[in-house]
């Protein structure tokens, strides 16, 4: 590399754009072998990226990160067998690529066809995580796009390990090896000239905190996808069965704290105030979870008193916010103010309360009788997915292979003129 980064991101760019010239061409057959020989590499070469990984570890243990930041960062054997998983099952599913979205024959005898297409070379920006590396390649693969990873200098040596690894088994499948490219994470300016690169790379995609997102969204000439943070709620409604929703409460909130479709919010009708509210603290707290509640909350025992700044948080550890709501429409008005947009469940047996729910909520996914962990692309049967959008134009949600792609018309004539 030079001692340019601009220059650096602009060679790189260059790379994924001739690989990406190819990839557009590339048959499913071809591609699901290449993701195949990427997850047979990953167990195969499993020590190299599990030494790489635990040197990140200890980097970050050793500079008192966090324990819920280093459970992002920390790779095991089962882990990586998900990330193997993960590229078999984008392998299995159908190719976006030639998809037609629509189509017609005009009266004039046109025949017009709507078509899936590659965006061409996706740039990401991460944080941690570094299984995301080996997500974001398989479905940018998949979907026939070259993809520019830049993630946190705090997993440096796992995605330097891992990239070398994906690179090699796309290679040796006869597919370009530069459609799966590291940027350098040494250095804060790469990230700046991955945000300016318009015209080189088609989107931008960042996947982290707050304070990344925000600053990609603000600072990028490239086209962003805002993927979002998650300030995820769940209300127990009055109808709910209540040993159905302590179920539910715990498995979202304690099932994996450090993940963004973790609970963070916990309502509660005022209905259940004697007979829920004690029972659902008692388990949380039980289960090492510090409850952060309003004034009513807040009486029982153990309970921090919480203000405006708690309910908003999200918190990525044994922590959650709790509130008690008159009713449904209170319970809406609570998200509404203070949700991030990305997950809220309603537990309940009362249909209509359900539905009103479902119509009222405005985030990315929301979810009757269910933990909110269910928003995530390998549960809903998307594959591994590239990230979670928060924002409403061109994607929403999960993101899987439909979501990397773009749509051009293709209109066929016999001599037609206007």
């Not at 998949?142 to 891992?162: D, M």
């Amino acid at each position: 590399m030079s001692t340019d980064p601009a220059t650096d991101v602009r060679d790189l760019a260059l790379r994924a754009r001739e690989a990406s010239y190819e990839l557009a061409l590339a048959t499913r057959a071809a591609k699901d072998a290449a993701l195949h020989a990427m997850a047979d590499a990953l167990l195969g070469r499993r020590s190299e990226v599990l030494a790489a990984n635990a040197d990140d570890v200890a980097r970050a243990e050793d500079g008192g990160t966090p324990a819920n930041v280093v459970d992002r960062l920390r790779l095991d054997d089962d882990r990586l067998a998900a990330m193997a998983q993960g590229l078999r099952d984008v392998a299995a599913l159908p190719d976006p690529v030639g998809e037609v979205v629509r189509g017609s024959t005009l009266a004039n005898g046109l025949e017009l066809r709507q078509v899936r297409v590659p965006f061409g070379v996706v740039g990401m920006i991460y944080e941690a995580r570094p299984n995301v590396t080996a997500d974001a390649a398989g479905i940018c693969l998949k979907s026939g796009n070259a993809v520019l990873l830049r993630g946190s200098s705090s997993a440096s040596a796992s995605n330097t390990a891992i990239v070398a690894v994906l690179r090699d088994a796309i290679g040796s499948a006869g597919l370009p090896a530069d459609a799966v490219l590291r940027v350098p994470a040494d250095t804060r300016e790469t990230v700046t000239a991955l945000m300016r690169a318009r015209g080189l790379v088609d989107v931008l995609i960042p996947r982290g905190g707050a304070g990344l997102i925000q600053s990609v969204v603000d600072g990028s000439t490239v086209p962003v996808i805002e993927t979002g943070v998650g300030n995820c709620h769940v209300y127990v409604d009055a109808g709910a069965d209540l040993d159905q929703a302590l179920a539910v409460v715990l498995n979202a909130k304690t099932h994996r704290t450090s993940v963004c479709n973790a609970a963070e919010s916990l309502l509660v009708h005022a209905d259940l105030v004697d007979t829920f509210l004690p029972r659902v603290v008692t388990a949380l707290q039980e289960a090492g979870v510090t409850v952060h509640g309003d004034d009513t909350v807040a009486r029982l025992p153990g309970v921090e008193r919480a203000d405006d700044d708690d309910h908003a948080r999200e918190y990525l550890s044994l922590d959650i916010s709790a509130a008690v709501v008159p009713d449904l429409d209170a319970a809406v008005a609570h998200i509404r103010r203070f949700s991030s947009g990305h997950t809220e469940a309603i537990l309940t047996r009362d249909q209509g309360a359900a539905r009103r729910f479902v119509a009222a909520v405005d985030s990315a996914a929301v979810l009757v009788n269910a933990s909110t962990r269910f928003t995530d692309g390998g549960e809903l049967g998307f594959g591994a997915e590239i990230g979670i959008s928060t924002q409403k134009l061109h994607a929403r949600g999960p993101m899987g292979l439909p979501e990397m792609t773009s749509t051009k018309y293709v209109v066929t004539g016999d001599g037609h003129v206007r």
